[in-house]
Every structure is written in C-alpha cells, then in structure tokens.
C-alpha cells in the first residue's frame, strides 16, 4: 500500500533530520544490509535446521519418541528458514 503524500512528506523530512543529525549512522542504515542480514539469519537457522533434522534421525534409533520430536523440529526450523527468506521477496 503506497503512502499518501502527508506520510510520504513526513517520512522525508525524519530522513532529512536524521541524515544532518547523525551522517554516519544515516549512511551504515540501508535496506541492503538489512535484506543482507536477514539472509544470513535465514541460511543459519535453515543449517540448524539440518542439524536437529540429522540428531534426530540418528537419536531415532535409540529413543523413537524423542528422535520423531526433534527431527519433526529440525524439519519446522528448516520450514521457517524457508518461509523467512522468500516472504519478504514476494511483497517487493
């Protein structure tokens, strides 16, 4: 939804203040960092995901309650990693 020319205005304006107020914290500020880390916070999740996924195959043998819980969690994990990388991508 775009924003109404009242909003867009004010939103220039913090931008403006906030550039003269603090030049260097404006400038290390960009959505491309942010896209960036949110990215590297969905790969690490997705890997932990693997991992649970693997402990509970394996714990599966010994302890089949345990092994389906934590394996039924690493696949969640990975799921959500997943929906976290492309959900942000569908909106652009």
């Known amino acids: 939804m775009p ?11 913090i931008e403006r203040a906030l550039k003269t107020e603090d030049p260097k914290f404006a400038a290390n500020i960009t959505i491309d960092r942010l896209r960036r880390h949110g990215a590297v916070v969905a790969v690490g999740l997705f890997v932990l995901g693997m991992i649970a996924l693997v402990v509970g195959l394996v714990t599966a043998d010994a302890l089949l309650i345990v092994g389906i819980i934590i394996s039924v969690l690493g696949a969640l994990a990975m799921a959500a990693a997943v929906a976290m990388y492309l959900v942000p991508r569908f909106r652009r």
């Open 3 to 13: 924003l109404s020319e009242g909003e867009q205005r004010r939103l220039d304006e």
